[in-house]
């Protein structure tokens, strides 16, 4: 049965666990090489823990994903960002770049081992064809939203992860003139979704590294 054949309650239970982990696991990478790096901001405030009753943002983590579901739109969401205190870091300026890009990095990590349970899923085959399904859609969603994740905060705009890398690659002066965009940059974001520039921006992409884990597992 495809995807799109599955009842609402289907759907959504295909999908909680892939989004709800992609989201989770991407603010706890930030925290944890953030606390490797010298600040202990979040470990002190317990938000090292997978446990997502801690990072789930009502709107970002379930309300906006939900709707997104229920239109077949364009599928993301977000959780509260783990919080990072740059002056304990050893090299701030340096260290903000590994903290921003471990969040994408997390999410394609975790893309590569849902694409590895969708591999299952299709070795077990119609023997156990309710697993192996499971496992199959479950595994295409994993992929999918950790992708959109990944290609979204690597988007160079403020404050997402690829605007954070930005700011510290750039030279001192024009980074700081930079970092006051921070402001402008959710309405841009925004306005990039109101216009339907976002699926085209990053489609292709998110298509590369969908059909790059499909090639490299075989599936």
């Known amino acids: 049965m495809p995807m799109d054949e599955l009842t609402l309650v289907g759907r959504i239970a295909i ?3 892939p989004v709800i982990f992609a989201i989770t696991v991407h603010e ?3 925290g944890w090489v953030a606390s490797k790096l010298g600040d202990n901001t979040a470990k002190n405030l317990g938000r090292l ?3 997502p009753i801690s990072h789930i943002d009502v709107v970002g983590t379930l309300i906006v994903p939900a709707v997104l579901l229920f239109l077949g739109g364009f599928m993301f969401g977000w959780a509260k960002p783990v919080p990072v205190n740059w002056i304990n870091l050893k090299r701030p300026k340096r260290d903000m770049i590994y903290v921003a890009i471990a969040g994408p990095l997390a999410n394609l990590l975790m893309a590569i081992a849902w694409g590895i349970l969708m591999k299952i899923g299709f070795m077990l085959g ?3 064809e309710f697993i192996s399904m499971l496992l199959i859609y479950m595994g295409y969603a994993g992929i999918f939203i950790n992708a959109v994740l990944m290609m979204l905060n690597l988007l160079p705009i403020l404050p997402l992860d690829g605007g954070r890398v930005l700011a510290g690659l750039l030279p001192n002066e024009i980074s700081y003139q930079y970092s006051k965009l921070e402001r402008l940059g959710f309405p841009i974001l925004i306005v990039i979704i109101a216009m339907g520039w976002l699926s085209k921006i ?3 992409p ?4 969908q059909t790059s884990i499909f090639k490299i597992l075989g599936i």
Do not use: D, E
């Open 126 to 128: 119609s023997g156990n």
């Open 15 to 17: 999908w909680v666990l």
């Open 206 to 209: 998110i298509y590369f590294l």
């Open 202 to 204: 990053l489609g292709p």
């Open 28 to 30: 706890v990478a930030h």
């Open 49 to 51: 823990t997978l446990n």
